[in-house]
């Protein structure tokens, strides 16, 4: 099997901006994860410091930035799939930066009066996307958190944007591996789950150290403890879990490599798992 190609900058408005430098003693001083995550993607919102460490966790698993094209490979898919079963709002939380293939691109290329709420809590990581999605239309960013779903399900920019009385699919895509079990994800997914509609669904990717050395995982996780969130992979049982209350849809949780390929390039690396569950 072949990767994806590597994708080019991203782009805002007519012009390619250029790789963002840091200023120093600010909120850039210190690697951010969706930064790190652009990084990998190739492509330029990202500072020194980001470059700094995504390029030591190159150096312990260097077959990251493949990965990351097989988590973003997976969201366009698992999107498309919602979209075309009906599904017109979309909630993606912890969206990180946009780059290419954004959900909203995804969605409203077959529904395009689909709705699209992107969440991240990070200051930087927001700023950024508003800049960068400006007035796409029927997309609004806001700055929340998935560790307060009561709080966010209550923003009014959210309630403004989705109706939970009808279907939402829910987006926590490469997301819950920064919440520690000490912050109880699985009791905020729960809470999301039930503030949707029947017929919702949750898109989820999850990142796993299943089959990994010992070693160079617990390498890679030190690199992440000096990073903006820590890194917590969990095994295949553990991430079935946050599908509860859900009914899966073929082929379950799988690598995501695994999950409806549907003729896109695919790649043959999966750091993690996979899956879209509904709502019963």
Request: glycine share 8%; net charge negative; hydrophobic share 40%.
């Amino acid at each position: 099997m072949t990767s994806e190609p590597a994708p080019t900058a991203p782009t805002s408005g007519p012009t390619t901006p250029q790789p963002a430098t840091s200023s120093a003693g600010g909120v850039e001083s210190r690697p951010n994860v969706a930064r790190m995550y652009d990084y990998y993607l190739g492509g330029c919102h990202n500072f020194a410091v980001d470059r700094a460490a995504a390029r030591q966790v190159l150096e312990i698993f260097p077959d990251t930035g493949v990965a990351a094209q097989t988590n973003r490979a997976f969201l366009r898919r698992a999107v498309r799939y919602a979209a075309e079963r009906g599904v017109r709002q979309f909630f993606d939380i912890g969206a990180g930066l946009p780059t290419q293939g954004n959900v909203h691109e995804v969605v409203q290329a077959v529904a395009p009066d689909s709705k699209v709420v992107y969440v991240d809590y990070d200051e930087v990581a927001v700023a950024y996307a508003r800049r960068l999605l400006g007035d796409a239309a029927r997309t609004v960013v806001v700055e929340g958190d998935l560790r307060r779903p009561d709080e966010l399900l209550a923003h009014p920019d959210v309630t403004a944007s989705i109706d939970l009385a009808r279907p939402v699919a829910v987006l926590l895509v490469a997301v819950l591996h920064f919440v520690p079990d000490a912050e109880d994800p699985y009791a905020a997914v729960a809470r999301l789950r039930d503030a949707t509609a029947p017929g919702s669904q949750l898109l989820l990717s999850h990142l796993t150290l299943d089959g990994a050395p010992p070693l160079p995982a617990q390498q890679g996780r030190a690199v992440y403890q000096q990073s903006s969130a820590p890194l917590v992979p969990r095994t295949r049982a553990d991430i079935l879990r946050f599908f509860d209350g859900y009914e899966l849809v073929e082929p379950g949780l799988s690598w995501l490599a695994d999950w409806r390929p549907d003729g896109e390039p695919r790649a043959g690396v999966s750091h993690g798992f996979g899956g879209v569950g509904v709502r019963r």
